[in-house]
């Protein structure tokens, strides 16, 4: 079974709406911590936001938010105000085990971004 | 700080031919890791060291071998390139904890782009 699914290929969103990435997670571990990152078109990989299995609270960062749906295990990231910068790449990666443990993150296949002018 | 970097940025080789990748942090970080991207897939998982002198697989370490001889070096070796190692390769670094609930997001390298015919 995948890990983490992310059941969105592709998405459009017009400049200055918000937008909702999904990422839905597998794991029977009880301690895990879930991450975005962005890849740019030049191909880096961008740290975006953390959520931690034990967070009471969803992560945010700036224009940045974890909406954390742990019964239904989701992890959506959501870009409030999209800009054209945010045009990109988008994977939702799990660490499965304690914060501090070099565990490896398992990658969703992404969600390419366009945001439209 | 230059971060993570990686050396080279590109590479052609032939099947059969043997190459070097070399990935070199400076934020004294414990923990290093190398992923490959095939189009269309998040990342997988290599190989990783914990610290100096120690390697442990990952996901798919088939045809690699790594060294991690410095602590700010992390070494992937190909002894006998095919066709299918034709990928996009990541080096990561992370903590290994600061403590009070930090997550140890892992910092991404610019890539290498390998191509073998």
């Known amino acids: 079974a995948q890990k983490i699914t992310q059941t969105q290929p592709g998405m459009f969103v017009q400049e200055k709406e918000a937008v909702t990435l999904d990422c839905t997670y597998d794991t029977s571990d009880p301690s895990y911590g879930l991450f975005w990152y962005k890849q740019p078109s030049s191909g880096e990989m961008i740290f975006l936001i953390y959520q931690g299995s034990y967070d009471q609270q969803n992560a945010t960062e700036g224009r940045y938010s974890l909406n954390f749906q742990k019964a239904r295990k989701s992890a959506n990231l959501v870009i409030s105000a999209s800009q054209l910068g945010d045009s990109a790449m988008y994977f939702c990666a799990m660490r499965e085990g304690p914060s501090g443990s070099a565990r490896q993150l398992t990658f969703g296949s992404g969600t390419q971004l366009t945001v439209l002018p | 700080n230059a971060g993570v970097t990686q050396t080279p940025k590109f590479r052609v080789l032939k099947t059969g031919q043997s190459m070097t990748l070399l990935c070199a942090q400076d934020?004294?970080?414990?923990?290093m890791y190398w992923y490959r991207q095939d189009p269309g897939m998040g990342l997988r998982l290599i190989h990783y060291?914990?610290?100096?002198?120690?390697?442990a697989k990952g996901e798919v370490p088939d045809g690699y071998n790594v060294s991690r001889l410095k602590k700010q070096n992390f070494l992937l070796g190909l002894e006998s390139a095919a066709p299918s190692q034709t990928s996009v390769y990541f080096c990561?670094?992370?903590?290994?904890?600061?403590?009070?609930?930090?997550?140890?997001?892992?910092?991404f390298g610019p890539g290498t782009r390998l191509t073998v015919l």
């Open positions: 060291s914990v610290g100096e002198g120690t390697t």
């Open positions: 934020m004294n970080h414990e923990y």
């Open positions: 990561a670094s992370s903590y290994h904890t600061r403590g009070g609930g930090d997550y140890n997001e892992q910092f």
